[in-house]
Nanobody, 115 residues
């Protein structure tokens, strides 16, 4: 079993920054991909960014250039640095880990961007 715990969500003004963290624990295979998703009220959950165990990153067009995904394999922790935040970035942010052919999800952390 794998557990994921997100943290770092907050209320921030437009143009501000936040750093989200996702700590993984449990039976994790050494090679796994992690990702951030988000879900705004009334919308479907959407993919934000991914990072492989080798450090390859991919981003959704809406966040490319503003968000940076990273990970610390020694700590089994993933991060999402979010800069130049916009009101449309408001959502619950979830982390996902893919390991051993299974998907694991965290409980989510709320990010609100408003003046």
């Amino acid at each position: 079993q794998v557990q994921l715990v997100e943290s770092g969500g907050d209320l921030v003004q437009p143009g501000g920054s936040l750093r989200l963290s996702c700590a993984a624990s449990g039976n994790i295979f050494s090679i796994y991909t992690m990702a951030w998703y988000r879900q705004a009220p009334g919308n479907q959950r959407e993919w934000v960014a991914s990072i492989t165990s080798g450090g390859m990153t991919m981003y959704a067009g809406s966040v490319k250039g503003r968000f940076t995904i990273s990970r610390d394999n020694a700590k089994n922790t993933m991060y999402l640095q979010m800069n130049s935040l916009k009101p449309e970035d408001t959502a619950i942010y979830y982390c996902k880990l893919v390991s051993g052919g299974r998907d694991y999800w965290g409980q989510g952390t709320q990010v609100s961007v408003s003046s």
